[in-house]
């Protein structure tokens, strides 16, 4: 419990999403996703397979809560069973892309997009972002230098 809220204190590497880039060609990202619900790093080969990606993590670990219901296009909604997310305490520093390293934080789930920051951990510098869109075009900033 936090002192000042009196709400219970997240775990950072529940906050923290890794995200190695291994290759990044005619504007196609692909590489690893780490983060510590999952036992290894789960590869991606395109930029939606990384947001579906990222946004399975946020869904089954409930954390943030999004403040908007997800909207589809059909109304059939899986009855995919809730997972219960054990919280491992694992080391991603080491962890490095063969082009670009990412670490993301996301804060918060609002207006149905993602809040936080990012780090671009071979450039040493942090930025926040306010929308999806944002984090991806800070990751692309730092892939097209």
């Known amino acids: 419990m936090s002192l000042r809220t009196g709400r219970p204190k997240i775990p950072e590497n529940l906050k923290t999403i890794f995200i190695c880039v291994d290759s990044y060609e005619d504007l196609c990202i692909k590489g ?15 930029l939606m397979q990384l947001l579906l990606m990222i946004e399975e993590i946020l ?18 909604k899986s009855s995919k069973e809730e997972a219960e997310v054990s919280v491992k305490e694992i080391e991603f520093m080491h962890i490095k892309g063969k082009l670009a390293t990412f670490q993301v934080k996301i804060m918060f789930r609002q207006s149905a997009s993602w809040q936080g920051s990012v780090s671009w951990m071979e450039g040493n510098n942090t930025e926040p972002f306010r929308s999806t869109l944002e984090l991806v075009m800070l990751m692309n900033s730092a892939m097209s230098d």
């Open 59 to 76: 869904e089954d670990t409930g954390f943030p809560s999004p403040t908007t219901e997800k909207r589809r296009f059909n109304s059939f």
């Open 32 to 46: 690893l996703v780490y983060h510590s619900s999952l036992d290894n790093g789960v590869q991606f080969k395109n």
